[in-house]
Nanobody, 114 residues
Framework: QVQLVESGGGLVQAGGSLRLSCAVSGSSLGNNYMAWYRQAPVKQRELVAD???????DYAGSVKGRFTISKDYAKNTGYLQMNSLEPEDTAVYYCYMWSNRDNWGQGTQVTVSS
């Protein structure tokens, strides 16, 4: 059974940084597509960043240049480094991985104060 567990969320002032982690068990992260989504109150869940099985990355326009997605193959953990955070980045962030089916983490809250 595949499990994804996020951590690293919290409260930060605008301009600050956070690093989210997504620990994967039950499957090899390195062989699979992984992504980070976020959902703000009364908004739809949106794709923030993704990374393919061969390491290609892509970002939403609103976070390009500020966020970095990565994988640590040895730790089987994915990361989302978030710099220059803005109040508009406030949301619950979810880790997603495709491994024969959709797999989601439970989400971690990120709150950016102005």
């Amino acid at each position: 059974q595949v499990q994804l567990v996020e951590s690293g969320g919290g409260l930060v002032q605008a301009g600050g940084s956070l690093r989210l982690s997504c620990a994967v068990s039950g499957s090899s992260l390195g062989n699979n597509y992984m992504a980070w989504y976020r959902q703000a109150p009364v908004k739809q869940r949106e794709l923030v960043a993704d990374i393919s099985s061969d390491g290609r990355t892509d970002y939403a326009g609103s976070v390009k240049g500020r966020f970095t997605i990565s994988k640590d193959y040895a730790k089987n953990t994915g990361y989302l480094q978030m710099n220059s955070l803005e109040p508009e980045d406030t949301a619950v962030y979810y880790c997603y991985m495709w491994s024969n089916r959709d797999n989601w983490g439970q989400g971690t809250q990120v709150t950016v104060s102005s």
